[in-house]
């Protein structure tokens, strides 16, 4: 079983599977997450980010206070935002599954994927994180255009090596 989302939908396949793993429930063998929000506050914009997030590409992305307030909106109040159940991002990702991340390039929400790539990987985590070059927030919804393919290519590649792997550990 693998389990995944989108945007608000990564969060929640990411959050929901902190939670299988502190009931002791059993988790999904892998997680895909396209461009999610993993924390209640946007971490900072990598140079990178904020390059790639300037000028007319900055015009349609989101603020760190619109960030906040959607956060808000999702969690149902400030407290519930600290939780891992809620937030996953700064929490112990600790025998999480492996994962598949995918980011937008310009997209400014790429900081708290990139941010979440790297706690997942500090615990231990096999994590691939790929960005796909030149795309913005919610291109799988573009099914037409260059960086849906690249994306969902990501995604088939990525299934192909873990059937294989799960074949190997079979045999």
Known sequence: MLLGGASAGACLSAAA??????????????????????????????????????GLHGI?????????????????????????????????????PSTLLIDADRDILRASGETFATELSTAGVEVIHNVISD???????????????????AVTNWLHERSATTAETVQ
Request: net charge positive.
């Open 60 to 96: 349609v992305q989101f603020r760190p206070e619109t960030v906040r307030r959607m956060n808000l909106n999702y969690a149902g109040s400030t407290e519930a935002m600290e939780e891992s159940h809620a937030f996953p991002g700064s929490h112990d990702l600790t025998g999480l």
């Open 135 to 153: 795309s913005a927030h919610g291109f799988l919804d573009r099914p037409h255009s260059p960086s849906f393919r690249v994306g969902i290519t």
């Open 17 to 54: 599977t902190v939670r299988l793993r502190d009931e002791g429930s059993k988790q999904p063998h892998g997680l895909i997450l396209a461009y999610g929000t993993f924390h209640a506050a946007l971490p900072p914009l990598s140079p990178i980010v904020r390059r790639r997030t300037r």
